[in-house]
T-cell receptor, first 112, second 114 residues
Framework: ETGVTQTPRHLVMGMTNKKSLKCEQH?????MYWYKQSAKKPLELMFVYSLEERVENNSVPSRFSPECPNSSHLFLHLHTLQPEDSALYLC???????????FGEGSWLTVV | AQSVTQLDSHVSVSEGTPVLLRCNYSSSYSPSLFWYVQHPNKGLQLLLKYTSAATLVKGINGFEAEFKKSETSFHLTKPSAHMSDAAEYFC????????????FGSGTRLQVQP
């Protein structure tokens, strides 16, 4: 139990669907992150939120839309995805953006 | 700029023998360094971190790593492998406090043979 909970753990969606990934952290941290892990590629940072403000967006396509309503919750809204977007999406949090990062168990996304 | 290189994509050891996972880094700053482990179908778990205190860092599950600035290395070791150590291990370099950026290595898959 890492204190970072992601739901759903597995998601299969069509290219025309709209779905969301949810992340909740119970650690009292102020920063939250979305990472993408694809087969045979290094972990890719997608978004960083600090105190609910987006502070980093690493050239992620607009079909991925993050939302951070408060410091404990982070969403990743998905729409019109492509098959190459199939991956493990990891949420993480840290006390602040310079501190050690703690990961959730990930959401496996398959786009068909 | 910073980068991290994990020198072996796969390592296979026998249960009870030592483990060595190699990591070299480059950084324009005095970096923070981490090792994370990922078991199958799980997220990443922090094993240990180096943040400019003692150069030999002890982590969970009997793992330790030594920061060697002269060699720009941060190799992960364990004296005796256990079957439960089979997983993917990631070496990570971070900029100093106040600067955001984690650079992940490509990972080393550790197999433990009975």
């Amino acid at each position: 139990e890492t204190g970072v909970t992601q739901t759903p753990r597995h998601l299969v969606m069509g290219m025309t669907n709209k779905k969301s990934l949810k992340c909740e952290q119970h650690l009292g941290h102020n920063a939250m992150y979305w990472y993408k892990q694809s087969a045979k590629k290094p972990l890719e940072l997608m978004f960083v939120y600090s105190l609910e403000e987006r502070v980093e967006n690493n050239s992620v396509p607009s079909r991925f839309s993050p939302e951070c309503p408060n410091s404990s919750h982070l969403f990743l809204h998905l729409h019109t995805l492509q098959p190459e977007d199939s991956a493990l999406y990891l949420c993480a949090s840290s006390q602040d953006v310079s501190d050690t990062i703690y990961f959730g168990e990930g959401s496996w996304l398959t786009v068909v | 700029a910073q980068s991290v290189t994990q020198l072996d994509s796969h390592v296979s050891v026998s249960e009870g023998t030592p483990v060595l996972l190699r990591c070299n880094y480059s950084s324009s700053y005095s970096p923070s360094l981490f090792w994370y482990v990922q078991h199958p179908n799980k997220g990443l778990q922090l094993l240990l971190k180096y943040t400019s205190a003692a150069t030999l860092v002890k982590g969970i599950n009997g793992f330790e790593a030594e920061f060697k600035k002269s060699e720009t290395s941060f190799h992960l070791t364990k004296p005796s492998a256990h079957m439960s150590d089979a997983a993917e291990y990631f070496c990570v370099v971070s900029k100093p406090a106040g600067r955001r950026a984690l650079t992940f290595g490509s990972g080393t898959r550790l197999q433990v043979q009975p």
